[in-house]
């Protein structure tokens, strides 16, 4: 059923899908469920509580699963979740939850490039891409489309939007709202991802119309809630447009609050 090198150690209660290929050195421990056609080259450690969907590739040297680096961890059972074909490269950690949601999750179709590390009870959504070195730490919330450029580090607790890049080498201390372009020290809004958007098929109202809203938000003397109120009178009630209020009212509640203009 799987194809595992004789100098793989892999836990009698694993449970391997077919077609899993198992590379050399690499270490499976126990209570570990990893589904049909993934890929796991060579010295590989996937620790207890790791789920894998279809069609994973992890590559040379990553680590999975293994305990929060959290001082509150007390041994307790949690997980890492991570979606079919998604594609983890060289050397990238991703640890499993804490008692606080009891998983770590990264979506469908992803890419972590080497070097990325997605802390306890992060959630990572699909089609996100992640560059070389990429560190994510506590609580972070990664919506779908999303793509930061290397070296950048995410601030515990901080959410970003769905549709977002974030340029490399910043730092991501606040929260950034879906389908912003950010770049800059201290982290700012620089526009909308129109490319990314256009490539993924947003019509040019639809960008017009997010273009809009962030000007309102960004661009005018209104407080927070006023421009809110501004958008939902004078902008289409479309899925964008509900997307970017939900997100901005949930930061202003509970999050860490915006990025900047």
Partial sequence: MA???????VHPQAELGTGVEVGPYC????????????????????????????NVKVFTGAVLGTAPQDLKYDNEKTYLEVGDNTTIREYA???????????????????????????????????VILSNSVNMAGHVEIGDHVGIGGLSAIHQFVKIGSHCFIGGGFRVTKDVPPFI????????????????????????????????????????????QEALKCIREELPDTPEIENMIQFIEASSRDGRGLIKG
Wanted: aromatic share 6%; hydrophobic share 35%.
């Fill in 3 to 9: 194809n595992v090198h004789p100098t793989a150690i």
């Fill in 93 to 127: 950690t991703l640890n499993r939850g804490t008692s606080h949601s009891e998983k770590t999750i990264v979506g469908k179709d992803c890419l972590l490039m080497a070097y990325v590390h997605v802390a306890h009870d992060c959630i990572v959504g699909n089609n």
């Fill in 181 to 224: 372009l950010a770049m800059g020290e201290p982290l700012q809004y620089g526009g909308i991802n129109n490319l990314g958007m256009t490539r993924k098929g947003f019509q040019p109202e639809a960008l017009a119309n997010i273009k809009r809203a962030y000007r309102i938000i960004y661009r005018s003397n209104y407080t927070r």
């Fill in 27 to 54: 270490i499976i421990e126990n209570d570990v469920i990893i589904q049909d056609g993934c890929q796991l080259r060579s010295h590989v450690i996937v620790d207890s509580g790791v789920r894998l969907g279809k």
